[in-house]
């Protein structure tokens, strides 16, 4: 069993950053791939991106290519999402994944409960 948390969320204005985190409890974190969700009103939850175990391969959805950085602290049993340059479209609740997916897309066995990001302009 894996217990995840993620914090970092907030308002912030289109342009700026934030930096979200998911803290992992439970299972060994370091043997399972991370990936981060979004989900805005009246909207499927989409993929965001997805790290490896090990943190040597990343995945994003082309949207976030260069704005978005997902990366890995495995002696802390934290993955961050640092997003930069936002705007008001990726308002959303944020969630982070973790599990064993088929693909970067999923299905992942553990989920947390999100972090709300809100981008004004």
């Known amino acids: 069993q894996v217990v995840l948390v993620e914090s970092g969320g907030g308002l912030v204005q289109a342009g700026g950053s934030l930096r979200l985190s998911c803290a992992a409890s439970?299972?060994?974190?370091?043997?399972?791939?991370t990936g981060w969700f979004r989900q805005s009103p009246g909207k499927e939850r989409e993929f965001v991106a997805g790290?490896?175990?090990?943190?040597?391969?990343?995945y994003y959805v082309d949207s976030m290519k260069g704005r978005f950085t997902i990366s890995r602290d495995n002696a802390k049993n934290i993955v961050y999402l640092q997003m930069n340059s936002l705007k008001p479209e990726d308002t959303a609740v944020y969630s982070c994944?973790?599990?064993?997916?088929?693909?970067?897309?999923?299905?992942?066995?553990?989920w947390g409960q999100g972090t709300q990001v809100t981008v004004s302009s």
């Open positions: 439970g299972r060994t974190f370091s043997n399972i791939v």
């Open positions: 994944a973790a599990g064993l997916p088929s693909s970067w897309y999923g299905p992942y066995d553990y």
């Open positions: 790290i490896s175990p090990n943190g040597q391969s990343t």
